[in-house]
């Protein structure tokens, strides 16, 4: 079994090719920036969107927890529903996500992210659509979270994908202990490797953690001749400096092999899942850099001779 919390196909991003691409819950990083924060934790989570509520209170009356209230005296006409409602509160400490408010709201604004799947539930989703990977060159890609964190199970998916000859994409942080990587590289045709920041303090303050194993796995990898494709998220005013930048295009020409790399810009829509799943946005009004500034940071890394995408 492993917790999955989305399973997207058609992807064209995640990889050569139309991909399945299956996200695994939990991540042992803590971004400022992350647009998956149902991602991060390794239990399911209940999500409310707000601006689909229609105040119906089917999900008080469902509530066996009685986490769930109106506070109708309280509404000052600021926060409402779809139908201008005031919408409901949820104690997240009295909730034990049993996802039965979910099941009645058929405003679908409550939803439970992440949810046990066997190894054969999840192929049974991959190999359907077979077809289009064989056209397109495409396959699977497993993302998070960080897929990593549930090696047992990606192992088993990795396994049984080159089984059925379906081309294999791990999209990681690195962030794990070097045996745990060489125990899928059999089965993962490519990697797509995250580098977020050079600076180890920066790193540690907008990550939660040190940048040294993932440096340090990324040479691993590099010099194992594995197909690594890596990708660097473009935050303005955290990791889009000339020094992060520079520092960058140095480590990456220094490594054994050269690889690609495709820069990320940031994007903002992640902020209505953050108040979704009660957590706070650290970077509230962050803009998406713009397509001249993502130029300027592409032309900056090609004059290290690297390919940049
Ligand atoms: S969250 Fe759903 S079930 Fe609850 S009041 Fe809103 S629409 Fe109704
Ligand atoms: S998930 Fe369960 S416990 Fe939590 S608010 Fe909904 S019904 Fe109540």
């Known amino acids: 079994m492993g917790m999955v919390f989305d399973i997207r196909r058609y992807a064209?991003?995640?990889?050569?090719?139309?991909?399945?691409?299956?996200?695994?819950?939990?991540?042992?990083?803590?971004?400022?920036?992350?647009?998956?924060?149902?991602?991060?934790?390794?239990q399911p989570e209940l999500?409310?969107?707000?601006?689909?509520?229609?105040?119906?209170?089917?999900c008080v009356a469902e509530c066996r927890n009685e986490a769930i209230s109106f506070q109708r005296s309280a509404f000052g006409g600021q926060r409402s529903t779809a139908n201008g409602l005031p919408p409901p509160v949820t104690n997240r400490t009295l909730c034990q996500v049993c996802g039965e408010c979910a099941e009645v709201c058929y405003a679908e604004a409550r939803e439970i992210a992440g949810r046990?799947?066997?190894?054969?539930?999840?192929?049974?989703?991959?190999?359907?659509?077979?077809?289009?990977?064989?056209?397109?060159?495409?396959?699977?890609?497993?993302?998070?979270?960080?897929?990593?964190?549930q090696r047992e199970f990606l192992l088993e998916l990795l396994r049984a994908c080159k089984t059925r000859e379906i081309h294999t994409t791990v999209d990681t942080s690195g962030f794990t202990a070097w045996p745990v990587i060489e125990s899928i590289r059999p089965y993962t045709d490519l990697f797509l490797y995250d580098l977020k920041l050079m600076d180890d303090e920066k790193?540690?303050?907008?990550?939660?953690?040190?940048?040294?194993?993932?440096?340090?796995?990324?040479?691993?990898?590099s010099k194992a001749g594995q197909a690594i494709t890596i990708r660097i998220p473009i935050v303005?005013?955290?990791?889009?400096?000339?020094?992060?930048?520079?520092?960058?295009g140095e480590f990456l020409t220094c490594l054994p092999h050269r690889h690609p790399v495709e820069l990320l810009p940031y994007h903002a829509s992640a902020d209505g899942k953050y108040s979704g799943l009660g957590k706070v946005n650290?970077?509230?009004?962050?803009?998406?850099?713009?397509?001249?500034?993502?130029?300027?940071?592409?032309?900056?890394?090609?004059?290290f001779g690297l390919q940049v995408k």
């Open 12 to 42: 064209i991003h995640d990889g050569p090719g139309i991909r399945t691409t299956v996200f695994l819950k939990g991540c042992p990083l803590d971004c400022w920036w992350c647009h998956n924060p149902e991602s991060q934790s390794s």
């Open 47 to 58: 999500i409310f969107r707000e601006n689909r509520c229609i105040g119906c209170e089917a």
């Open 116 to 149: 046990e799947m066997t190894v054969a539930q999840v192929l049974a989703e991959i190999v359907s659509d077979i077809p289009f990977y064989d056209e397109s060159g495409g396959g699977v890609t497993f993302s998070g979270g960080e897929p990593l964190l």
């Open 203 to 221: 790193h540690r303050r907008y990550t939660g953690v040190s940048n040294a194993l993932i440096l340090s796995n990324l040479r691993k990898l």
């Open 236 to 248: 303005p005013g955290i990791n889009d400096d000339e020094d992060n930048i520079r520092r960058t």
């Open 282 to 303: 650290r970077l509230p009004g962050t803009v998406a850099p713009s397509g001249e500034r993502m130029q300027m940071i592409a032309e900056r890394l090609r004059s």
